[in-house]
Each structure stands twice: as structure tokens, then as C-alpha cells.
Nanobody, 124 residues
Framework: QVQLVESGGGLVQPGGSLRLSCAAS????????IGWFRQAPGKEREGVSC????????RYADFVKGRFTISRDNAKNTVYLQMNSLKPEDTAVYYC?????????????????WGQGTQVTVSS
């Protein structure tokens, strides 16, 4: 059974940094993509970034390019989202999710399993 557990959220001032973690388990395939999504109150869940674990290719939403970096640690079965230069509009619940295959989609409907989310609040 696939399980995804996010951690690392919290309260940070504008311009600060956070690193989110997504610990994955129960995978039976080596070809999958982990995506990070976020959902602010009253808004749709939107794709932030994703990484294909078979070839380490990555993709970012335009609104985080240059500020966020996605990476993975195979030994720990963990995917990270390093978030720098945070803005108040980055405030949201952040989720990681998995889809089978190596395509770098940021569309929520293409992902199969989700974590419970972690709250990120950017405020002074």
C-alpha cells in the first residue's frame, strides 16, 4: 500500500525558507513521479513541482521558478521541496502525491495517491 507522509511545514517570515519532506513507502514500481501541490483557502489545488525518479527530470510551475527546488534521496525514499524567498501568497497546505510513469504532469487529476498535507504560513 502506497503511503506518503509530508513534514516540514510551519510559520516563516516573508523572504524566509522552509524545506518540505515527502517520505514514500509501499511502491512496487521504479517508474513514478512525485509531485508537490498546494491549496490555499478558497482556491483550487495547484501543481508546484514534480520529479521523475527514473531519470531525475523535474518541472516547476512558473510562480516558483528560481525560488523552489525539488530533489530526492533514494536511500531515504524521500522527496524534498526547498522553498526560498517565500512570499505571503505561498501560504497554503502543501501536499505530495504520486503518479505512475515518468511524465512530468502538474495536473492533480493525473496523480493517484496523496499525503495528508502540511501547512505553510508566510507572514510577518
Amino acid at each position: 500500500q502506497v503511503q506518503l507522509v509530508e513534514s516540514g511545514g510551519g510559520l516563516v517570515q516573508p523572504g524566509g525558507s522552509l524545506r518540505l519532506s515527502c517520505a514514500a513507502s509501499g511502491f512496487t514500481s521504479n517508474s513514478y513521479t512525485i509531485g508537490w501541490f498546494r491549496q490555499a483557502p478558497g482556491k483550487e489545488r495547484e501543481g508546484v513541482s514534480c520529479i521523475s525518479v527514473s531519470d531525475d527530470k523535474t518541472r516547476y510551475a512558473d510562480f516558483v521558478k528560481g525560488r523552489f527546488t525539488i530533489s530526492r534521496d533514494n536511500a531515504k525514499n524521500t522527496v524534498y521541496l526547498q522553498m526560498n524567498s517565500l512570499k505571503p501568497e505561498d501560504t497554503a497546505v502543501y501536499y505530495c502525491a504520486v503518479r505512475w510513469g515518468s511524465s512530468l504532469y502538474l495536473t492533480k487529476y493525473t496523480y493517484n495517491s496523496w499525503g495528508q498535507g502540511t501547512q505553510v504560513t508566510v507572514s510577518s
